[in-house]
């Protein structure tokens, strides 16, 4: 065999077996999600920490600063968790895929201040009707005053806010309904409550502003998933 064509049996012998080890190369494990992952590897606050918690996180990279996203048991919604937050699991639940709660709770001795904050979520029946969930909180909470109304890119919200005088001391109280933009009838009502730990120290005071913000960023950050939870489709029902 002369010299031309012994190189040519060698580029080809290379050729197949650089095509050999390509095509046995294996492929890449997928990404674990924080549910499959050992809690000692995932960021140390309680969205993660907490067991019934950990199944909805979405991913250990925050979505903004201070805030993880969470997608909710019937895979109806996503919303953030604050890093702060502690989740309420024994106030929290599921009906089928067309209700689901979601509580959470915080408190800060250094900035004597605490929360509690609800999310009922609803498909159907009331989400059709925001006014009859409006009224209903309306008559709660004594509220009287007209509903504010503030719009997104994935729903409408109505909210309202008032100060409930509690054995002499005041609890913050910011409440409402968000409607999605979706076909599928799908809404989020919410219920926010702030007030001093220690309501008798010269820090007890709440920044009304400050709180009106947190609570409007935490519902502008639900998103509808316009899905029930096992993946059907539900717009136009």
């Given amino acids: 065999m002369d010299k031309s064509k012994t190189l040519l049996v060698v580029v080809i012998a290379i050729m197949a077996g650089g095509c050999g080890q390509m095509g046995s190369s294996p492929e890449e494990e997928p990404e674990k999600t924080p549910a499959e992952m050992d809690p000692a590897d995932l960021p140390q606050i309680d969205a993660f920490q907490n067991e019934y918690s950990r199944e909805m996180m979405v991913s250990t990279e925050p979505v903004a600063d201070g805030y993880y996203l969470m997608r909710s048991k019937i895979g109806a919604f996503t919303i953030w968790f604050p890093e702060e937050a502690v989740f309420m699991d024994n106030a929290s639940g599921i009906d089928g895929d067309h209700y689901e709660k979601i509580s959470f709770a915080y408190e800060s001795e250094e900035e004597n201040r605490g929360y509690v904050v609800g999310f009922q979520y609803n498909y159907g029946g009331n989400a059709k009707k925001p006014e009859r969930l409006l009224d209903n909180l309306r008559g709660r ?46 809404a989020m009502e919410f219920l926010y409550v702030v007030s001093c730990l220690d309501k008798e120290a010269e820090s007890c005071e709440i920044d009304f502003s400050k709180e009106e913000a947190y609570i409007l960023q935490w519902v502008k950050s639900i998103q509808f998933s316009g899905t029930r939870g096992d993946g059907g489709e539900t717009d136009g029902e």
């Fill in 141 to 186: 909470w004594d509220y009287e005053e007209e509903w504010i109304e503030v719009e997104d890119e994935h729903g409408l919200t109505y909210y309202g806010s008032t100060i409930e005088d509690f054995k002499g001391y005041q609890n913050y109280v910011f409440m409402g309904y968000k409607v999605s933009f979706q076909e599928a009838p799908q």
